[in-house]
């Protein structure tokens, strides 16, 4: 009923720039909070950015002055722009959503498949 497709990663040298971008679709009434998370090898999901409906945002200290997220409610699209990447931010980045949907009770989280970002020093 609703699926999320990450794109934009890829392998870029440290100090470079990458754009990841979610798009949300499907039978979708609405999309509260749209958020970043990313895995590496041997480590647990974490979060990386939060996108709120507003417009507001919220940043883990790990990437916070070099990642923008930002979205665009009309295309139910979430973008994380990554600056100055470091290697340690070599993930699979993953994308999440609040969505209220057609036929489904409520509010409930979907996941995207994820893109692979490898950042080389």
């Known amino acids: 009923q609703v699926q999320l497709v990450e794109s934009g990663g890829g392998l870029v040298q440290a100090g470079g720039s990458l754009r990841l971008s979610c798009a949300a679709s499907?039978?979708?009434?609405?999309?509260?909070?749209m958020s970043w998370y990313r895995q590496a090898p041997g480590n647990q999901r974490e979060l990386v950015a939060v996108g709120l409906r507003g417009g507001s945002a919220r940043y883990a200290d790990a990437v916070r002055g070099r990642f923008t997220v930002s979205r665009d409610n009309a295309k139910n699209t979430l973008y994380l722009e990554m600056n100055s990447l470091k290697p340690e931010d070599t993930a699979r980045y993953y994308c999440?959503?609040?969505?209220?949907?057609?036929?489904?009770?409520?509010?409930?989280?979907?996941w995207g498949q994820g893109t692979q970002v490898t950042v080389s020093s």
């Open positions: 499907g039978r979708i009434i609405n999309v509260n909070l």
């Open positions: 999440n959503a609040q969505v209220e949907a057609y036929g489904v009770n409520g509010y409930n989280d979907y």
